[in-house]
């Protein structure tokens, strides 16, 4: 039981360029959540995904875009990097009961660390 | 959303209890109190949660107060390995259970 897996575990790149996050959880969790952290701060939420086929935007979302696979999977899109991009991100999951979620636990991954220069 | 707030650091013998406090004035009354931890370098743990009776698990117990805006985790013995980032988190209800993160509260454990 791997819980939530994420690669790459690092990643450089130059402005402009595009990639994916690859999230994967193995727990039938039906909730999936992307945070950033930025140096010294608390994560951000970025999108989730409450269940199979939605996606709802975040604190951040801007620069990104989602895409919830299926059950097991949820990727996270830079479309076009900037340095101010650059950071770790963390995938998370939960189990929960269509959008009554308040007060189940996340699992988090162990996060991407994204240099963008 | 509401918002907590956090002392920035915190220090603590080994063996001896912590209370970590957390103030939430703005908490509404279906939001859940999260706690959640975080090492060096590791995504964030799961620690404790409640809405309005105290709670207590292998890890930790969560203090709410009767008015709900402030709440306190007791680590009952600190360990080196309790040394972390500790984040107190309101969750929305009705919101698919996202975690609002604030600056969290730095603790060091003294051997």
């Known amino acids: 039981n791997a819980g939530v897996t994420q690669t790459p575990k690092f990643q450089v790149l130059k402005t402009g360029q595009s990639m994916t996050l690859q999230c994967a959880q193995d727990m039938n969790h039906n909730s999936m959540y992307w945070y950033r952290q930025d140096p010294g701060m608390g994560l951000r939420l970025i999108y989730y995904s409450a269940s199979e086929g939605t996606t709802d935007k975040g604190e951040v979302p801007n620069g990104y875009n989602v895409s919830r696979l299926n059950k097991r999977e949820f990727s996270l899109r830079l479309e076009s990097a900037a340095p101010s991009q650059t950071s770790v991100y963390f995938c998370a999951s939960s189990q929960n009961l269509g959008t009554s979620g308040s007060y189940n636990e996340q699992f988090f991954g162990p996060g991407t660390r994204l240099t963008v220069l | 959303d509401a918002k907590t707030t956090q002392p920035n650091s915190m220090e603590s013998n080994e063996e001896e209890p912590v209370h970590l406090p957390c103030n939430h004035s703005?908490?509404?009354?279906?939001?859940?109190i999260h706690w959640y931890r975080q090492l060096p370098s590791q995504g964030p743990e799961y620690v404790i949660h409640g809405l309005t009776s105290n709670v207590n698990n292998r890890m930790a117990s969560l203090a709410i107060a009767e008015d709900r805006k402030s709440s306190t985790l007791i680590l009952h013995r600190a360990t080196l390995r309790d040394a972390a980032v500790y984040y107190c988190?309101?969750?929305?209800?009705?919101?698919?259970?996202?975690?609002?993160f604030g600056q969290g509260t730095e603790l060091s454990v003294k051997p």
């Open positions: 988190i309101l969750s929305p209800y009705n919101q698919g259970g996202k975690l609002i």
């Open positions: 703005t908490i509404s009354g279906t939001d859940y």
